[in-house]
């Protein structure tokens, strides 16, 4: 039965059908956080993104694409992400189990340059034979082909609305025009938001910020109007804040492999902030089953009593 908690934040979305109503329920609903309102999804892109060995050599399990869905079903998370060949090694054997997210475009680290632009990988037919819930797309605010995947997240968002699927849109700041440190700066990270929310996403994944401001434009109205930025809760908050007020699901990465105690100190400080969850990859696969399983519990129980 839908929660009070979920019937609100489905109301935010008064202009989807009832299929993809149904589809973010089915998020919202599933596993440990069901019915909270929050989320903890467990992403498994990595291979493509950095390779085999550096995404699984730590956890050699890790390369059966199988042992990414035990392993979200085990720790009861609410959703699995991944590329699609992963979801077509599992979505059989695993059907009904855990709600799926298929991610239709994805980068690769062997050629670099400043500024990204992730292939197409995967459609919305795919994300329909393979039982999943919603489609995740990745944006790079500030590379010199946001324009192009703007457009191509457009196409798709209307496309998966229509079959009745959820939206997820990776938001990740990067290009030659913005620095390193501003990739997670606060203002970058809450404009990357706002974008993704008027692109039309359900759900936005970001970085968590820093305290940096890479704008000059932007650190002058931070500094008139005193926005509270010291804190990871405060930041946290004026994220969530430019997603539409709150009424869009904003949720946080859990980034390149760090230690436990440092890991649940920044959940912590996103829970406080009035983040909606986390989307937690080599934190969790790339340690032992039950090692990982306690720490995705832990990250859970924070955003269970927030």
Same mark, same amino acid.
């Given at each position: 039965m839908t929660t009070k908690r979920v019937k609100e934040i489905l109301s935010w979305y008064a202009s989807d059908n009832p299929g993809t109503l149904t589809n973010l329920a089915r998020l919202?609903?599933?596993?440990?956080?069901?019915?909270?309102?929050?989320?903890?999804?467990?992403?498994?892109?990595?291979?493509?993104?950095?390779?085999?060995?550096?995404?699984?050599?730590?956890?050699?399990?890790?390369?059966?694409?199988?042992?990414?869905?035990?392993?979200?079903?085990e720790a009861g998370c609410n959703g699995y992400a991944a590329p699609l060949g992963f979801l077509e090694a599992g979505a059989?054997?695993?059907?009904?189990?855990?709600?799926?997210?298929?991610?239709?475009?994805?980068?690769?680290?062997?050629?670099?340059?400043?500024?990204?632009?992730?292939?197409?990988?995967?459609?919305?037919?795919?994300a329909l034979r393979l039982g999943c819930s919603a489609i995740g797309f990745?944006?790079?605010?500030?590379?010199?082909?946001?324009?192009?995947?703007?457009?191509?997240?457009? +196409?798709?968002?209307? +496309?998966?609305k229509h079959a009745g699927l959820a939206v997820v849109v990776w938001s990740y700041p990067r290009g030659a025009a913005i620095s390193k440190e501003g990739e997670t700066a606060i203002d970058v990270i809450a404009y990357a938001a706002q974008i993704a929310a008027q692109l039309g996403a359900h759900l936005i994944k970001i970085k968590p910020p820093t305290a940096h401001i890479e704008q000059d434009a932007a650190r002058k109205v931070y500094e008139a109007e005193g926005i509270p930025i010291g804190t990871?809760?405060?930041?946290?908050?004026?994220?969530?804040?430019?997603?539409?007020?709150?009424?869009?699901?904003?949720?946080?990465?859990?980034?390149?492999?760090?230690?436990?105690?440092?890991?649940? +100190? +920044?959940?912590?400080?996103?829970?406080?902030g009035g983040g909606f969850g986390s989307i937690v990859g080599r934190n969790s696969f790339q340690r032992p089953k039950t090692e990982a399983i306690d720490l995705l519990h832990s990250i859970m129980d924070i955003y269970a009593s927030a």
């Open positions: 919202l609903n599933h596993g440990r956080l069901g019915g909270t309102g929050k989320l903890v999804i467990l992403p498994v892109d990595q291979g493509f993104e950095h390779g085999p060995a550096r995404s699984f050599a730590k956890n050699a399990l890790g390369y059966d694409p199988r042992y990414h869905f035990e392993l979200g079903i059989a054997e695993f059907a009904g189990d855990i709600p799926l997210i298929l991610k239709l475009n994805n980068s690769d680290s062997l050629y670099g340059g400043d500024d990204p632009c992730p292939a197409l990988t995967g459609g919305v037919d795919d990745t944006i790079y605010p500030g590379s010199a082909y946001r324009n192009d995947m703007y457009g191509q997240v457009r +196409e798709l968002c209307e +496309e998966a990871l809760a405060d930041r946290v908050r004026h994220v969530v804040q430019s997603a539409f007020a709150g009424r869009r699901i904003v949720i946080f990465s859990g980034g390149a492999a760090q230690g436990r105690d440092g890991l649940v +100190e +920044e959940i912590q400080g996103i829970a406080d």
